[in-house]
Structures are given as C-alpha cells and as structure tokens.
C-alpha cells in the first residue's frame, strides 16, 4: 500500500513532502518528492494516561471493552496507549492486569496510578485505598504494567524504584508533597519523570521550587493535559519555552465521561460531575480527570505554543514511545511499524493506520 | 591613564585582553592584544534599587551622607546608583527630593518604591502610607526620580504611567496583586519592568499565571535580589534560564543595615531585625529589604547561574543604564564615560574608577 502526495512529519528527519510505502506490517520505503501535499502524517498519537472513554473505565473494564476502546481511540489517531488505574484495593488492581495479560491491539501496557502516593496529594485519588510501599505488595508490579505513578517521599519508595528498575516499569513522580531536595534525589536516583504536571505537586515559592519548580528547573520529562482547564493555555505555552519540545508528553488523563454528555461518572469509587466537558469529584470540587480526546490535546497544544508539526510529533508520539523503551514506533522512517494518522490542515483525524492497516478513516 | 594588562568585559564586544586608554572622564582608545590578563576590568556597577548601606538611609539621609554613601558604593563597585524610597507621607518624600537636587558623584536619580502601591502586597512598606495614584500626588513625579515602582491595579494606575512617561520616569511593577490579564494589559501599556521579581507578586498558578507567572511568560526585565535569602539560588537559575541576561537586573534592596553588625533598624518607621544578614520586620517576620552588598549579589549571581562573564556585565550594568536612558554609560567602548571596576579572579572588587577617577582601591 502507498500514501502518496504527503507532507510527511518524522521527529527526527523533520518535515517534507513525499510518498510512504508499507508492505505487511512495516513502512518499507520512504520517497521525497516535491508536491502539494493532500494531507499531513504523523506517527500515530501515544496517550500514556488514560483512564477510560465513552462509559469505559480500565478499573471496571472487561477484555472486550479494552479491544472497543482501543477501537475508539484509533478515532483520535492515538494507536499506543496505555489503560490507566487509580488507588485501588490490591484485588482490583489486580483484576485490571489479568483482563490485560493479552494486551489487545494498540494497548502497549499499564499505567499505575498510585496507590503509593502522597495521601495529602491526593487529587481525586481514593485516600481509602493509598499506601506506603512495601514489597508485600510487589504482586502489582509485573507484566503488563509499564509506568508507575508513585511519591518519592511515601515509605518504600527506594525499593519500588530498585523494583521497577529491575522490571523495566518506568517510574513517574506524581500526587506528592516533595519538596525541591526530595526531587532532586529521585532525579538523581532515575525517576525522571512527572505525572500530570504540575497537577498534584507543591507550587513553585521562589525560595522553595516544590514539584512545580523542580519540574521546570530539573531535566525532568513532563506529562502535560492540554485540555485549557487543567492548564491555562500560557502556563502550556510557558512550560514548552522553558523544557522545548523533547521533555513533554501530552496526555489526557481522561476518564470514562470523554467521549459522552456532562452528567455524573464514577472514578474510582468516587462521583465525578461533568459540566461543560470540566470533571471535578462531587466532593469537594477538585479536578478529577478530564474529558479530552487526544486528538483535541494535539490541536490546543499547537495552538497554545504555536510549535511546528516536528515537534508536535515529538510531544504527541515519538517523547512517549521512546521513554517506554518501545522499539520501530513513534517514527516515520523504513522499518518502522506503520502506526500513522493522517491529518487535515487543521489538524483532524482523517485516517488512522495500525501496522499497516487502515483502522479508521473519517468519512 | 592606561589600564595594561586586562581582560576587558563588555556586554556587546564581549570578552578579550587589552588595553584601556582614559583621558579625562572618558575612554580615548582600546586595544586588543595577547596577554595574561592581572586583572578583570567591567563597566561599573548599577544599583537601581538600594533603601541605605552602613546606617545610612534614603528616607533620612542629610545631603552629605548621600556623598558619604556614592563612596562607600565605590567600595562595592558601584558607579551609578538609585537611591530609593518607601512609602512614607508625601512631605518625606518631598524632603528626599530636595536633599537630591543636586546628585552627587554616582547618584543618577531616585527610586521612589511606593506610596502606590496595593496594600494587600505591602511586604515591609508601612501600610499608613499606601494610597492610589490621583493627580494632585504628582508633585513627587519629578526630577531626580528616574523611576517609580507602583501596582497596575491601583486606582489612578493609567494617568501615573501617563505622567511618569511624559516626565521621563520608568514605570516598574511591584508590591502588587495583579493577575495575568492585568499584568498584560500594563505590560502592554508600557510597564515593562518588574521590581524585586517574584517578591510581593502573586504567585504562579498553573492555571493562573499571577505575577510570578507574567514576568516569567511575557517580555518583562526584571529585578533579582542575588542575595541567596530572597531567592533561592536554584530558582535565580531557573530564572536567568527562562529569561536570559538581557532581561535581568540586579539589585540589592539593601537597607541601612548593609554592611553593619546585627540588630535592630528602622526601615519607613518599622523595626526591622538583622540577624546572621537576613533583615526581617520585628512585627510580622516579613523578609524587609536585605544586607546585601552588591559585589556580593555580583558573586552570588556568577555561583548561581555559572553565566560568563559577558552576560555578568549586563545583568549587573548594562541593561539598568540601558533602561533608564543613560547615555555614554554601561560599556567598554571608546568614547563612554571610564566608570570601571576591575575584579580579581574571584569577583572581588580592587579598584573603581569614576569618570576616569581612581575612586576606590583595596589595598
């Protein structure tokens, strides 16, 4: 199969027009030519965290629904991403990872978060169900699980991180008190990477930097939510001057509600309010995941920094695939998996391809 | 007279050994040439905002001890220097005024920080003497004050810039509670430049920038307190990252204390408590200007950020001269004025010259 008259976007080799040969599962050959191009490819979309869509939820999902979601996402060109748990009993988490021991199409693996994380960070974490870490409870980190958000101040945390390491689960700080000192440690010690940032973390003081400064300061990679209300869109465009376009990772953090009506929507255990498309838990108002749909997280993100495609295919695919050490994605180059979305200029799915096949075409 | 044997510093040539040739009050000639440099020469420093040093202060100063103190300045390297003001009744600030009629030696004008300001920032200002701008005040919107620190959302705000700019007097932000919007409006107004940067600013919120946020995202230079007390080194780094040395000021804020032992001072009629250098108001534990020294804030801001030594001589003169309209001042260039420090390898000051004038040498 051939893609022909394309703006091709790789994030290394950068933007140029072109045709895009795949044979089977892999791009087996790449030509540049000059043209007008129809439409704009991209790696396909990668969402590192996201805990459901359309009334699905990884903490209540069967098999089948995981496979519908998977679906659902190729929608919004995302054809990585991983299913993603809240603070749970130890018997639910589990649960998640026996229906995902056969990881369906795009679901590359687990994302943990929590529940070892700072309880008086909880966000919209269940502070019935968080916990220091002790390797009693090592039974959650294994296979399919990839990420974990975790505190580098919670008890316990050394080990998980020696843990995680051992296991190659990536080790994300998040929902956590710790203060610029206790960053720089888990920085030094390898858990270069922060959850929702900065949601969840303590706010830069200019004489102390907390998580918030911290994230800005140290050469951590950052997810960020581009959905305009978990981020005014100049704290977006702030953060992207000051870590450049190779240290963030968009992510939706969305939950079962993207997708659907406003209404109310459980995470969790906990009831979330959907109004205007802003989750905040019944509770106490906190912001409680969000109802983007990658799709829309890659438009409001180029239209926040005004960034080129290269680098938003950077922040969209190729940051997040290559921190999870995933080999032939998050490129467009020969011998890659033919993982591609195909936009128009505005940025709209129009197409998605999952090694090779088309899995999504809008009209 | 001929500086032999130099590395000569300057914020536009940049760094190379020489010589310098003075005649007069000003530089004649320069020649580059291969040499091992005995010392550092750069543009004299500029304090534009400093309350007092060794028992001398701006609010009680009599004419001969704003003399006294341009020579202690010469001490620290300083070769030009805003003497500047708190909030006080309209007839103190009139006095210092008229004691700086005539400037002596390094005194390029007067700082007036304050009377309009927003209480709800007061810091160590005396709240009894905070009001909004109206414009029968405009009798201390004159000569010698050069610039006029005020929050953009007092009532009066825009008449103030209005009047301030016909009068040659720069607009600086601070003491203030202004949000993003606010911020953007004065910035576009004019108000392009932040006092003491973050202090007595609203913090930054990722979802509201605040002041903290503003000066960081827009175009704003800003003031840094280099005293390792106010800002924690890491975060005067971040800030020289997000912002780069054209848009940093460096400042002392000094009080009277400056320079002395320990113990109690007044500042605008509040006591203030030195102690181990850090000045705290004795009501409220406030931080209250500081005892920095500004060969100190040069060597701080050098350890903290490891700049070089031509982007040192713009943060520490260049850019305050350049932005108060000072001619023939803030280089190393034929023709500017010989106001010079030469500085031993480690940034201690040997020498100031004065329009041409040995002013100071340390053995």
New interface residues.
Partial sequence: MKLENILIVDPVDGEYTGSINIEDEEIVDIRRLECTPKAIVMPGFVDPHTHGQRGIDTMSAKPRDFEVWAELNFQQGVTSFLPTTVSSSFEALRKVLFNLQELPLSIVGVHLEGPFINPEKKGAQNPDFIYPFDERLESVLKNPVKLITAAPEIDGFKKLLELSESRKIKVSIGHSSAT?KAMKTAFESGADRITHF??ALV???????GG??SG??LDFKLELIADGV???P??V??VY??KGPDKIMLVTDSISAAGLEDGIYDLGGLDVEVRDGKCRLARDGSIAGSSLLFNNAVKNFKKFTGCNLMELSKVSSYNSIRELGIEKLGRIARGYFANLVVLDESLTVLKTFFKGIEVYKRF
């Fill in positions: 610029y900065p949601n706010p830069i003081h200019h004489r102390e930097l918030m400064g800005l300061y978990h981020l005014a100049e704290f465009d702030l001057r000051i």
